[in-house]
């Protein structure tokens, strides 16, 4: 998977990331490689738009050049949203729908509004 995200985080200073995050991109091949990581443990988080975000604690370990961490993210369930806008008559009215994500689960949201309904 490509331009997916990965999130290194850690407790103490990341020296190549001049802070405690490092932020990272996948290849074609879905491949990444952190700068140089001082033995410790670290949260990485992988993050890409229509899949389930995953996040793995690893402990690198002094000595050992190369540590893997392979994650596999699972698609979200694509939904559709349908309703219908009126006044306390029942008559449909045009209006503005806007909605929150409020799931970890990134992903694109559009909206459409026509009279009396909301199509998502």
């Known amino acids: 998977m490509s331009d997916a995200s990965v999130l290194i985080t850690s407790t103490s200073v990341i020296p190549s990331a001049l802070g405690n995050m ?5 290849d074609s091949q879905g ?16 993050i890409q738009d229509g899949f389930v975000p995953t996040a793995k604690s690893v402990t690198v370990k002094e000595g050992v050049p190369i540590t893997p961490l392979n994650f596999m993210l699972e698609r979200t369930v694509p939904f559709t949203l349908t309703g219908r ?3 306390t008559t029942g008559a449909p009215i045009a209006a ?4 929150t994500q409020n799931s970890p689960v990134p992903g694109i949201i559009t909206t459409k ?3 009396g309904a909301c199509i998502a």
């Open 22 to 26: 490092e932020q990272l991109s996948t």
């Open 96 to 99: 503005t729908v806007r909605l």
């Open 31 to 46: 491949r990444y490689s952190s700068s140089f990581l001082p033995a410790g443990v670290y949260d990485v988080s992988a």
């Open 113 to 115: 509004t026509v009279l």
């Open 85 to 87: 806008v009126t006044d």
